[in-house]
């Protein structure tokens, strides 16, 4: 089944492979320069959503589908997770159910009551003496990743559904099969758990805090206007609203105190919970049971927390909303509620056997991108994989790309810019604030009859004349086509002279240009000896004109004239050249 659960915009991703730096099971595919969701793959912690600087991954709006249901006419109930007053401000649950009531919703409780339910059947579990080590699964990403991670584990989850799952059946039992029940928490794996083949048709559509926060906003009138009347007759919790909270499930269980500390592990932080799960695979670690929450803090750091506080303004929030609401009574009605209905639930591997290359495949996938020894193999993480070598197990996999490789990419582009600069026919000189050579082309060094490692750092004045190169510097602009003779080196160049300003550097572009001065003054030569030689013919005419016309008596004006214009007539052509 594809859930879709996080998809990606691609005309907002950007292939800077956070995503994939930040997922703890690598389920980002990279195609293209563009990230995908692997959903076979995803836990769905929501660790990319909340990482992605360019908000490129999208979680799955259920808020139409909800509106539907209620202009419809359904009876939509609300079961709202018991982190709702570290994000609502809001000081009794009759203030948020009286916001949820103004917004459609035929009813709300709070999930706590379900979550009461689970802890009524961990304490069966553990009175029965069900042998550890049990993995507690109120979590949906600690479930997810054991079926897909960690399926020797399997046999290790308690099977028992989560408080959603518990409260959705009980709210069912209580008004009817045919309403419609909505959960609202912080946690986007819980969209995937509604789906879930064991537990499918017990929550009909699932929202995010913000998701539920937009909606707020969309109706604000309405809700500003809200009467919080009376106390409605709902199950209240007991003890169960310091769920969201590291050890609230063993806390709401009453198990504290009836196991030795060593018997009971509790674990938040994705990063702990798969070096705990590890540990279990190993048989290295001993205990009883184990509670895990994905989420660093609980419950209260999900990734749809709509994030104006910390971590701990939130767990402030939870604990003064808990020491004014609590219960003096409550439990034996929730427990009555619970005697019919069938908490208990099944799991399933969904592990995905990837395809394995050889140590020859890696080889190669290394070798395409310049790791040809071990040395070249930086690890450095900048693609998202921990080592070139599980990057190239990706790349096998179809999951990554070669030029994820960012110091390859960047030694390919410098490769290919000095390829260019070295191969220009011009001259190329760098030089900074201080006019000291930082780059130097094999062109200039043809002309200058000089070697790049010889002047590299060296001032520019010991290799050509750093006139025009600190007049381009005091003034911070450029000096285009400037003619420029080198005598020594029997040189004539074009050069064009630019400042770098984020630099502070000074490019020069020499071209060479001494072969055309060589045209152009034999050009000349040939000019000027013609004018001599025709300043030669019309002299030679005009004396024989005279003597002609001394002899025939007639006038030689007009032959002179003629010749006049043909002489101006050549120097003109050379004056336009020249200006050309």
């Not at 929501?46 to 589908?65: S, T, W, Y």
Request: net charge negative; aromatic share 6%.
């Amino acid at each position: 089944m594809i859930l879709d659960v996080i998809s990606v915009s691609k005309a907002n991703c950007k292939n800077c492979y956070r995503c994939v730096r930040h997922c703890p099971v690598k389920a980002i595919k990279v195609v293209g320069g563009q990230a995908e969701v692997v959903d076979s793959l995803c836990i769905y912690c929501g660790r990319c959503v909340i990482e992605c600087p360019q908000n490129a991954k999208k979680i799955r709006n259920d808020l139409h589908a909800v509106k539907e249901f209620i202009n419809a006419g359904e009876k939509v109930v609300a079961s709202i997770a018991p982190s709702y007053p570290a994000v609502f401000d809001v000081t009794s649950p009759q203030e948020m159910f009286s916001i949820l009531k103004a917004l459609g919703f035929y009813g709300a409780e709070e999930t706590a009551v379900g979550a009461e339910m689970v802890s009524m059947e961990y304490q069966h579990l553990i009175k029965k003496g069900q042998k550890g080590p049990i993995i507690t699964t109120a979590c949906p990403v600690v479930k997810n990743l054991v079926e897909k991670y960690y399926p020797g584990l399997i046999r290790n989850l308690a099977p028992v559904v989560s408080p959603m799952v518990a409260h959705a059946r009980s709210l069912k039992q209580r008004y009817g099969l045919d309403i419609k029940v909505v959960f609202i928490g912080p946690c986007i794996a819980k969209k995937a758990e509604a789906l879930d083949r064991s537990v499918l048709g017990n929550v009909d559509a699932v929202l995010t805090f913000q998701e539920l926060a937009d909606w707020i906003d969309e109706k604000a009138s309405a809700v500003a206007g809200v009467d919080f009347g009376e106390r409605e007759n709902v199950l209240e919790p007991f003890i169960a609203r310091s769920y969201p909270l590291p050890g609230g499930l063993l806390k709401t269980s009453s198990m504290e105190d009836d196991l030795l500390s060593r018997e009971v592990v509790v674990v938040d932080g994705m990063e702990d919970c798969m070096e705990l799960l590890d540990a279990l695979e190993r048989g290295s670690v001993s205990g009883r049971l184990f509670e895990m929450m994905a989420c660093r803090g609980g419950c209260i750091n999900g990734p749809s927390m709509p994030c104006d506080s910390s971590l701990y303004e939130r767990r402030e929030r939870l604990l003064s909303f808990i020491e004014n609401n609590q219960q003096q009574q409550g439990y034996e009605d929730i427990k009555a509620s619970a005697a019919g209905i069938d908490l208990r639930r099944s799991f399933e591997p969904k592990a995905f056997k990837a395809p394995r290359p050889t140590e020859s495949e890696i080889r190669e996938i290394l070798a395409s991108i310049g790791k040809t020894t071990p040395e070249k193999e930086l690890n450095c993480g900048a693609c998202g994989y921990p080592s070139c070598r599980k990057k190239a197990e990706a790349v096998y996999r179809g999951m990554a790309e070669p030029d994820m490789c960012i110091p390859y990419m960047r030694s390919r582009a410098e490769s290919l810019a000095n390829l260019i600069i070295d191969h220009t026919p011009n001259g190329i000189i760098l030089v900074d604030s201080n006019l000291n050579i930082k780059e130097i082309n094999r062109a200039a060094e043809k002309m200058f009859g000089v070697e790049k490692e010889q002047v590299q750092g060296k001032p520019l004045s010991t290799v050509i004349d750093d006139r025009d190169f600190a007049w381009v510097l005091a003034n911070k602009t450029n000096l285009q086509d400037k003619k420029v003779n080198y005598p020594r080196n029997f040189l004539t160049t074009l050069q064009t002279i630019c400042y770098i300003e984020e630099e502070d550097l000074v490019l020069a572009i020499i071209q060479d240009i001494t072969e055309q001065e060589k045209q152009r003054m034999e050009l000349e030569r040939v000019r000027e000896e013609t004018l001599e030689k025709a300043q030669e013919v019309i002299n030679r005419q005009m004396r024989v004109a005279q003597e002609i016309a001394g002899l025939l008596g007639e006038t030689t004006a007009e032959s002179k004239m003629l010749l006049l214009k043909l002489i101006e007539l050549v120097k003109g052509r050379e004056e336009n050249e020249g200006l050309c």
